[in-house]
């Protein structure tokens, strides 16, 4: 059989820029996702005989994951596995999150089988610690155990205007060496879970943005940092929301969708002005995507596999 031959599916994960809301309740470790529109797209082809390969190759966490699902279904770690993506490494978007359930559901279509999210999420989870990614709207949801803690639901119509940082941050070992939250921590981190479910619940942005800023507020004074402090103040001075990776470089504030333009250019030329990296205007998805996975014709010949 050729690589044209074989069974391909495809799957789809959605990032997140940072987290909206980072800390820990009475102990319990957890994360609020914010879905963008940017994510991973992978393609899987179930080749007998070859084994397993990943491309670009140096995604090994992919193909420990691919290797995980397949040995569940007693199916041989044979075929070839393509990521292609839109995400960032290393600044606290889910690059490696998407990557794993993009390729994860990739596989599950190549044979006709659709996996759920606690089930990708428990897959992840074991690879490395994660986002909530696998989970279609708003959530909280526990990095290192791999639980949905709570459903928010979709998020407002919203707009990051957010900054890339510059460098790269290894996410994994920065949630392996969590650092308890100090009780007066934990009280305003649960203050601003209240808002984000309130933002949720009402469709507003400006309360997501407030409760990303509070837990911004509270990574400052954790990890004192002049940047982070320069873009509170901006967040502070524009009257908008903030948002930030915790173990990431993304920063950036959160401002309704019908923002005034001239308001969003003046925003936009503040943060272009802190010259750490180069600026996007995000939108926040505020619906999935209606179809995440599914079968497809091989694209990419045996042999000539994507450049990274």
Known sequence: MTIDDAKVGWGFAAGTFGELVHGEIDGVPFLITLPIPWGTRATYAAVPGQPLTVWPAHRKKVKKAAEVLLSSWGQPLEGTLVIQSALPVGKGMASSSADIVASLRAVAAAFDRELSPHLLAAVSAAVEPTDGIMFSTVVAFDPLGGRLLERLGPPPPALIMGVLGRGRINTENHHRQWKPYHQRHQQRIQDALSLAREGVRRRDAALIGQAGRISAEVEAEREPDA??????????????GAIIAHS??????????????????RIEQRLWALQAGPVYRIPVATSPAKTLSGSCAWVVRAGSPPQN
């Open 248 to 265: 990431g470089t993304v920063r950036g504030v959160v401002l309704p969708f019908s923002t005034p333009r001239a308001h969003l250019r």
């Open 227 to 240: 940047s982070l402090d320069a873009l509170l103040a901006i967040s502070d001075q524009e009257k908008a």
